[in-house]
């Protein structure tokens, strides 16, 4: 009942700054937790980061202090600000929705009911 679009993947050099943007269709989510994931190539689905409707935010550890979460309630938009990208942040990235509050589980896949289909993002070294 809830779709999702991720956009503003692209090719980045070492060092460079993209911005990605999920937005959502169906029911209203702006009561949703909204995640960031990612998978490279063999490698399973790893969390990134998330956002709570409070605007609480949660980060893995290699992402903090380059990333950013944020949301806009109005437009069930979320976004993720990339900056000083490296060639190890170079994956598909997943925006997901889920109930809840932010807890341990928002880092599980499993925790989240709707993905969006992804972008791709890639940096080169």
């Known amino acids: 009942q809830v779709q999702l679009v991720e956009s503003g993947g692209g090719l980045v050099q070492t060092g460079g700054s993209l911005r990605l943007s999920c937005a959502t269709f169906?029911?209203?989510?702006?009561?949703?937790?909204m995640g960031w994931f990612r998978q490279a190539p063999g490698k399973e689905r790893a969390f990134v980061a998330a956002?709570?409707?409070?605007?609480?935010?949660m980060y893995t550890e290699s992402v903090k202090g380059r990333f950013t979460i944020s949301r806009d309630n109005a437009n069930n938009t979320v976004y993720l600000q990339m900056n000083s990208l490296k060639p190890e942040d170079t994956a598909v990235y997943y925006c997901?929705?889920?109930?809840?509050?932010?807890?341990?589980?928002?880092?599980?896949?499993?925790?989240?009911?709707?993905w969006g289909p992804g972008t791709q993002v890639t940096v080169s070294s």
């Open positions: 997901g929705v889920t109930t809840g509050r932010l807890s341990m589980a928002t880092r599980m896949p499993r925790t989240y009911s709707f």
């Open positions: 169906g029911r209203t989510v702006s009561t949703y937790i």
């Open positions: 956002v709570a409707y409070s605007g609480d935010t």
